[in-house]
Structure formats: structure tokens, C-alpha cells
């Protein structure tokens, strides 16, 4: 006969309730979280699956304290961090930034070099003179030919930038900063980093143009979409990879009308003039900085020459859209484009990416200082 132990029971009964209650919760998935922040002129969506609420709102708000701190410090007309670096090199004086800001510039010095100079985030005066330096679609008409001929004559580069550490100085005073070709996509960057360190598996930033990843939906992938530059709707659908960035540039958002002309806001470092032809580029790629960059350097680069720029840039999943409609894509991009009721919105020429291209050589930074000889003792 067994004998009768109550305690022991009891703690069985317990078990199987736990266990009981533990696979129910198995079965019933955590909700996901959505919220919305406003930053960087556009709406910020962050979706996070996988992880309780509480624990999501708190990661969210963070990432949220973190964007806002970047909105203020890189904005490149507002008083801030980034305005205070333009009044110094305007002036010829070094200035000592914090480390995000030190990253992000001698990420876009190499990106810019990668590009040719074609992404170049030093023609801030440039942008300014155009009327981009607003919140609101610039009016009126293109600013003199005279005037942005001299600013192109001053050439400003970010290869003119030396950055000591935290010290920048730049060899050129007609330098003026203006991160927004790559800021989004940097932002996005250190957001999912700030998730992955809160303990979010599984989420995605939809920032305007700008998407990011980490991790997938559950089982299925994090699926996002092209929109369509000339209509509302979208062109193509993706499956984004975990930890991969979408990132579009076009000018069917910001750009100037006069005259019954459009003025994209992208503008040719080489002529001082906005970019014709391309009215949108995608990139597809693991670091958002550079698939930001690279949309906007392949936009500058136009028909022609874009495969080449995306190869020094070291992009491999690209699509192109000109204003005749015609998309083109890296067959990296081609095998991940997805059509959308029922198909593409054309065909799409499928342009494979020159081989052998290595980017510019990049001037390096100064090398560090040497470390001060110990005092000898008494
Ligand atoms: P979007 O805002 O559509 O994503 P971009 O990423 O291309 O477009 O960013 C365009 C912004 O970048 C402009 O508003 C201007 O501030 C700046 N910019 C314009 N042309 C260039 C360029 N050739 N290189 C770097 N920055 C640029
Ligand atoms: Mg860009």
C-alpha cells in the first residue's frame, strides 16, 4: 500500500499546476509592442515581438531618450552640438565632440571617401544655400548661379576633416556639416544596438525611408515594403534578414518646385545642383549608415555610373528608379524583390556590379599622440 503522504501531494499537484500553467503561457505568444516617436522630421515606428510589455516600453522609451539626444547633437541647422563644430571650423578652431558624434563623422569621412565624394555631408552650405536648412519644402526660386558657384569653388570635402580623437579640425573653414544623407540610418544603428542590449531579440525601426531589423517576427521574417516614387502605393516587398537595413533616398518628399521644375533636395557635390533622372534609390544592407550613404551617393552618381559607386561603397543589394519609370537592380536586390498584388509595376533590368572596384585610398586619421614621458621621481 502506498502510503499516504499529503505534503508530497500537494507539492505534485503544485508541479502539474506549474507545468500545466507554463505550457498554456507556451502557447499563448506575448503581444507585440508598438510605439511611435517623432524624430528626425519623420515618424519613428518601433514594432518589438517576443518580449513582455513592460520590459519592451521600458527599451522603447530609452532608444527614445537616446534618438531625441542624437536629433539635438547631429541637427544640422538647430542650436546643438553639430551647429557649435560648423561655427568652430568656420572659424579655423579645433573642437572637441563627444564619441557618438566623433563615430559617426569618421564613419561618413570613409563613407563619403567610398563614394567618390559623391555622398559628401561637408556641402552644408551647399544645402543651406538651396533652402533645405527648413522644415518645410523650401519656396521661391533656386538660389543665383553665382552663389553656388562660389560655394563649389571653396570645396568643401570631408576628406578635409582630421579627427584627433575627439578634436576635429577641418583644413578647409568652408566646411559645414550636414549628416542628414546618413544620419538616419546611423541613428537606426545605435537604436538596434540599445535594443539588443536591452535583451530584444525581435524587433524593427521604421523610420521614413529607413528600416532596420533585429531578429525576425516569430517564425517569419520582418517584411517591409518599397514605396512607389510616382504614386501612392508600393513598387516591390522584401524579407529582411535579421539584422539587415532598408534604406531609401528619393525626392518625392523634400525638394524645391520653381517654375514648374522639381529640385531634389540629393545635391552633385561636383556642380553644386540637384540630382536629375534617379528619383529613387534602395539599399539593402547589414550597417544602416552605409545603405543610407549609398542611397543618396548612387542618387548623385545617376544611370551610368551607379554600379561602380555601389561597388567602392561596398553595397551589393541595389535598386534604382529613374523618372521614366525604369527600375534597375543588383541581382542581389533582383532575388529579393517580392511583387505586390498580383506584380512589379514594370519590368525590372537586372544590372550586375563591375568586379575588381576598390574604393579611394582614405586619408587616415592623425596618428594618436604619443603618451606623455613619465616624470622622474625626486
Ligand atoms: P532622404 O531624406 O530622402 O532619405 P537622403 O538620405 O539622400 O534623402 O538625404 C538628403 C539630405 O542629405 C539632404 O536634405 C541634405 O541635407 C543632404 N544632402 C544632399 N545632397 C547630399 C550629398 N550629395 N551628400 C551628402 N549629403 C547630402
Ligand atoms: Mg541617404
Redesign the pocket.
Known sequence: MIPRRPLLRLALVVLVAAGLVAGVRALRPVPDTRETLYLFGTLVEVEIHGTPEAEARAAIADVGAHLQTIHRDWH?WRPGLLEDLNAAIAAGRPFTVDDALARVLRQGRDLSCASGG????A?GAL?EAWG?HADTPPEGDPPPAATIAALVARHPRMTDLRIDGNVVRSTNPAVQL?L??YA?GAALDLAAADLRAAGVSDAVLNAG?GVQVIGQHGARPWRVAIRDPFQWGVVAALSLRPGEALHT??NY??FLEAGGVRFS?????RKGQPVQGIVSVSVLDTNGARA?AA??AL??AGAQDWPAVAAAMGVGAVLVISDDGTMRATPAMRARLEPVSGGFPGPIEVMPLPEGVSPPACPPDPAPAPAPAPTPSP
Open positions: 544640422a559623391l555622398f559628401d555631408p556641402i544645402v533645405f550636414d542628414g544623407a538616419k525611408g533616398s528619393g518628399e523634400r533636395h540629393i545635391l552633385d557635390p543610407d542611397a543618396t542618387g548623385v
